[in-house]
C-alpha cells in the first residue's frame, strides 16, 4: 500500500491534512531466469517424491520362482516387493508397505528410517512452500517487505540440508533384522552385504542436488525481476512483462 497525503485549507484558515492508501498496482514479470527457477523447483519436487514412494532402495540377491524366472526382492524406506522380474522393470510383484506404525520395533523398522522418511516429509512440505509461492512470485515479488526469490531460496536450501540428513541415515538403518533377511546377516551400517543400491537411491541423491541448484537460481531469479529492462516495461505502464 502506498499513503498519499492531501492538504486543503478550511473556511476558518485551518489545515486539514487527509491521508489514504493506496494499492501498489501488480505486476506479472516473466523472465527465463524465474521460469527456469520455478521449473527446477517443481521438477525437484516430484523427483523426491518418487523416491520417497518407491520400494527400489535397495536390491535384494537373485532368486528363481519353480518356473526358473529371476526374481528381484526389493526394500525401500517403508515399503517393498518380494518379487520384481527383472532388476529395472516397471512390472513387479507384492509390493506393499511394511509399516504399521512408527511404534514398530527398530529390528523390523530401524529408527534411523523412521528419522530418515520424516526429514522427507518436511523437506518435501518446505519444496511445496517454494512451488505455490513461486506461482504466486509471478505477480506478487515480495512479502513483508521481504524477496519471495531470496524466502524460497532460504527453504529449498534448508529442505537440501534435510534431504542429506535423510539420505545418509538410510545406511545407518542397515542393520535391522529385515535388512539382514534380505542380504544376508553380515549385513550392518554401511555395509550392505549381497544387496545392491537400487536406482531409487541415485534419484533421491539426484533431486537433493535439484534441489541445492534451485537454492542457489533463487538469487539470479530475484534479481532479473528487478533489473533496468523491468523498470523501463514498468515506466511504459505495462502489466505482464515478458523478457528472456
Known amino acids: 500500500m502506498v499513503k498519499a497525503h492531501q492538504a486543503f485549507v478550511t473556511s476558518g484558515g485551518t489545515t486539514l491534512i487527509r491521508t489514504s492508501k493506496k494499492r501498489r498496482p501488480c505486476y506479472c514479470i516473466y523472465t527465463c531466469r524465474t521460469l527456469l527457477w520455478l521449473l527446477l523447483t517443481i521438477l ?3 523427483v523426491i517424491i518418487i523416491a520417497v514412494i518407491s520400494p527400489q532402495w535397495m536390491v535384494g540377491p537373485p532368486s528363481s520362482d519353480e518356473k526358473d524366472v529371476v526374481q528381484y526382492p526389493t526394500i525401500g524406506i517403508y515399503n517393498g516387493c518380494s518379487k520384481m522380474h527383472t532388476y529395472d522393470a516397471l512390472y513387479s510383484d507384492l509390493c506393499a508397505p511394511f509399516v504399521v506404525g512408527f511404534d514398530m520395533l527398530n529390528t523390523t523398522w530401524s529408527n534411523f528410517w523412521k528419522v530418515s522418511i ?18 504466486l512470485g509471478v505477480c506478487l515479488q515480495s512479502v513483508c517487505k521481504k524477496s519471495l526469490f531470496v524466502i524460497c531460496g532460504l527453504l529449498q536450501a534448508i529442505a537440501g540440508l534435510l534431504y542429506i ?65 523491468v523498470q523501463d516495461k514498468i515506466l511504459e505502464g505495462k502489466k505482464v512483462i515478458c523478457l528472456c
Request: proline fraction near 2%.
Open 44 to 46: 525437484a519436487t516430484m
Open 165 to 229: 540428513v535423510a539420505i545418509l541415515l538410510y545406511p545407518v538403518g542397515w542393520g535391522s533384522d529385515r535388512v539382514k533377511d534380505l542380504c544376508g546377516v553380515n549385513a550392518g551400517i554401511f555395509n550392505i552385504d549381497m544387496c545392491t543400491l537400487g536406482w531409487t537411491f541415485y534419484v533421491a541423491i539426484g533431486g537433493t542436488v535439484v534441489t541445492f541448484l534451485c537454492a542457489v537460481l533463487s538469487v539470479p531469479a530475484e534479481l532479473s525481476t528487478s533489473s533496468d529492462k
Open 118 to 135: 520424516i526429514l522427507f516429509g518436511i523437506g518435501l512440505l518446505l519444496m511445496l512452500i517454494t512451488v505455490t509461492t513461486a506461482i
